[in-house]
């Protein structure tokens, strides 16, 4: 290898030649050079080519790793919170409306499911015991979906029969002047002679109003010779009520009527002794004594008076 260098001395370009060991030792530096970059540009592939990839795959499974940690995690939340529901579910809900609890195999109805799982799945252990655990979890939340459905239901029928039943006073307390709580065998007023009275006798002033004691619909609504003017409401399941010697009526046959509502007001018509209401509570057809529906409105204190009141008292308006 020949090149040419610059002389001070003579001022001119002269041949200048590599020989022997500094030849060689300056190929050995060129080759080591070479071979630094080769190696450096191999460790470079390695890093970033095919290690490359497996240094992606080992992220990607330490991220899987990680979400599928957060996902048994929120898994066990879940069943934890559905744990809760089942037992709410099962200790008050049904107890309340009177349903039976769901039995355990009830609740794990349907477990297996119509979801396959591939053959990737049932290879990997880890993935395929939390998709089980997952598809168990899904079944009983459908269950309790449905059984929340059926106590819907139930609830909405308990609603409307709690509503229908007549549970008030048909006369506001401030009003009534006297309570004839006879229910049962009564002196008539009139005739002198025993009879059965069927109802409670409210004394109250004419127009004091009179109030619907649970939601239902207007039976009938007329006037007769015995109860005067009177209304008769049905409140469906199984009950209803008679208002009689109305000084007059504000509602027809047919009409629906809400618990409270006003539906006439106190009178003395019909086979009556004085200005009051006569009011009748009937269960599957036959009277029953309304004081028992009375407590809602009453204290326990002035409940307790009423019953007492209600063995002694044995006459009534009504003959
Ligand atoms: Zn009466």
Redesign the pocket.
Known sequence: MARYIYNKETCAYERYELKGKALRNRIYAILGFSLTIAFGAYITFLNYSKPLDLLEVERNNANLRTAWFHLNFRLGETEQKLKAFIEEDDQNYRVILDAAPLSPIERQAGVGGAIRKTKALEEHALISSTFDRALRLNNRLMVQNESFDELQKLLDKKLRQWASRPAIQPIDNRDVLHL?TTFGMRLNPVLKIWTL?K???FTAPTGTPIYATGDGVVQDAYHSDSFGNVVFIDHGFDFETRYAHMVKFIVARGEKIKRGQVIGYVGNTGRSAGEHL?YEVLYKGTQINPINFFQRDLSNKEYKKLLEFAKTENS???Y
Do not use: K
């Open positions: 004839h009275h109802g409670l006798d006569h009534s308006l009504d």
